[in-house]
């Protein structure tokens, strides 16, 4: 499939066919297309946890949802995925990489620092996951984990303090699902999104 076909039919998939599992030699290949994402530095720091097993699954589940309460149709819906893929970002691999000799911050500040890379490295390899499954015929949702979750989760799956949980991700053969209702808002146009040579007075208000 045409690298654009596959972005323009890649949409989030909220309801999966619970009892179709992902092969474990599928998932082998769309990993490795995350590994072959941009990173600062060539720094990598990221890291996948693959649940795909019942048990694993029902771990993150139990850590990210009040005990007894009733889910509602979008998290029966992602509870149905057999694939949770945890998207975890590694800061120490950049500010290590960027004290080596050839980059020179050997002080090891993060305020070099502009943005943090370390998540935005990760999330472009979440997106190289997300557009691999959809190239096996697959669907996929990325979502967040409630922020006072975050340490529950990695205690409970054994994450190192030092990652940080930037998403999950679900994958699997895709169910009827009920569209999202945040896409009445439309995609905004490339028009209104892209200047060239400079921005003018009013652009991106």
């Keep these: 499939m045409e690298y654009a076909e596959v972005v323009r039919k890649r949409r989030m998939v909220r309801n999966y066919q619970s009892d179709r599992p992902v092969p474990r030699s599928v998932l082998a290949e769309i990993l ?11 720094s990598q720091g990221w890291h996948f946890l693959v649940l795909d097993t019942p048990e694993d699954r029902s771990v993150f589940w139990n850590a990210t949802v009040e005990p007894d309460a009733e889910p509602d149709a979008w998290l029966q819906g992602l509870q149905s995925a057999p ?3 945890l998207a975890l970002s590694d800061k120490s691999a950049y500010i290590s ?8 911050w050997t002080d090891r500040d993060e305020a070099h620092w502009p943005v943090p890379y370390w998540h935005i490295d990760t999330g472009m390899a979440s ?7 959809v190239d096996h015929g697959l669907a996929g949702c990325f979502f967040g984990v ?20 930037i998403g999950v991700m679900s994958v699997g053969h895709p169910a009827p699902d009920r569209r999202s209702p945040s896409l009445k808002r439309g995609r905004r146009p490339v028009a209104e999104v892209v200047s060239y040579g400079r921005m003018q007075p009013g652009e991106s208000e």
């Design 83 to 85: 694939v949770l893929i």
């Design 97 to 104: 990489r960027y004290a080596e000799p050839d980059k020179g």
């Design 146 to 165: 409630p922020a006072e979750r975050h340490d529950e989760v990695k205690k409970a799956l054994g994450v190192p303090g030092r990652l940080s949980i």
């Design 32 to 42: 490795d297309l995350a590994i072959r994402a941009p990173s600062a530095g060539f």
């Design 127 to 133: 997106l190289l996951i997300l557009l691999g499954a």
